[in-house]
């Protein structure tokens, strides 16, 4: 195993990729040359969605890498209007033809909506979709501990992964805490705090004193955190960036100053509690 391929373990006996390349925002037509070049790159995990309409680009630019299926991690999620028993199994099919896939390695729940309360249902379908082992690895995204602890004591199951809003301003201790108890891996979107912090001083002085980039700090302090991780970008030159961050190590300084960034107010995505949109 190379450097850059740190892989992560679930409890469920599989494992994934510590880094990954997130593709929200990317549009569809552009989404197959930039998994490819991802691919390129050494990548072997990527991370979409429905709601992220690229569902196809992205299976083209799997299709055309020429890697072999087995030596990818894929990942996409279930959308709040698809939660339910029925609907949730037809959201997944269609995901799979969009993708061009038999399976896929992670199927995520993408919010649990909770106005609508049938985010238990959907777990349970995605349960039966793991069964049958079209999705190789089950998880949520966004879900709060009260979401994760309802999803135990229903159905006694519980997600190998839970990906949530993660950066250095927004850094969600007791729910990571949470995870710890239980064995969910964290898995970290906008882990670069959707660009707010590259002029922080404490992570530029960091930055500086290793000669690397400020991208490349946070996702050091993400992965020795043993999160899981998915930034996102469309050029090359950050994408490679962004994956070779293995060879750097922050030391205890580092990391207490990290730590320290952490602010109560620093959510910059919206609140699982509340959040609800359909469309």
Not at 132 to 140: L, T
Request: proline share 4%; with cysteine.
């Amino acid at each position: 195993m190379s450097a850059n391929q740190s892989t992560i373990s679930f409890h469920d006996g599989k494992t994934a990729p510590q880094v990954g390349m997130g593709v929200w925002q990317v549009e569809d037509d552009i989404a197959a040359s930039v998994v490819t070049t991802a691919l390129e790159i050494g990548y072997r995990s990527i991370d979409t969605a429905a709601i992220y309409g690229n569902e196809t680009g992205v299976g083209k630019g799997i299709a055309q890498s020429g890697i072999p299926r087995e030596e990818l991690f894929v990942a996409t999620k279930l959308w709040n209007d698809r939660h339910g028993h029925d609907i949730s199994k037809i959201a997944f099919n269609e995901s799979l033809e969009k993708l061009g896939l038999d399976y896929v390695d992670l199927y995520l729940i993408h919010w649990p909506a909770p106005t609508q309360g049938l985010f238990v249902e959907a777990w349970e379908s995605i349960i039966q979709l793991h069964d049958e082992g079209r999705a190789k690895s089950i998880g949520v995204s966004n879900f709060n501990i009260s979401h994760l602890q309802l999803l135990l004591d229903e159905t006694g199951v519980l997600p190998v992964v839970n990906q949530i809003e993660l950066h250095p301003n927004f850094q969600q201790l007791a729910l990571r805490d949470f995870h710890a108890e239980h064995d969910i891996i964290t898995e970290a979107w906008s882990p670069l705090g959707r660009g707010r912090l590259f002029e922080d001083p404490v992570l530029t002085s960091i930055a500086h004193k290793h000669g690397c980039t400020v991208a490349q700090v946070m996702l050091r302090w993400h992965t020795q955190l043993g999160h899981m991780v998915i930034p996102k970008s469309v050029h090359a030159s950050r994408l490679a960036e962004n994956f070779h961050v293995f060879d750097l190590m922050l030391d205890d300084g580092d990391m207490a100053a990290i730590a320290a960034l952490d602010q109560a107010d620093g959510r910059a995505g919206p609140d699982p509690d509340t959040f609800h949109l359909f469309k």
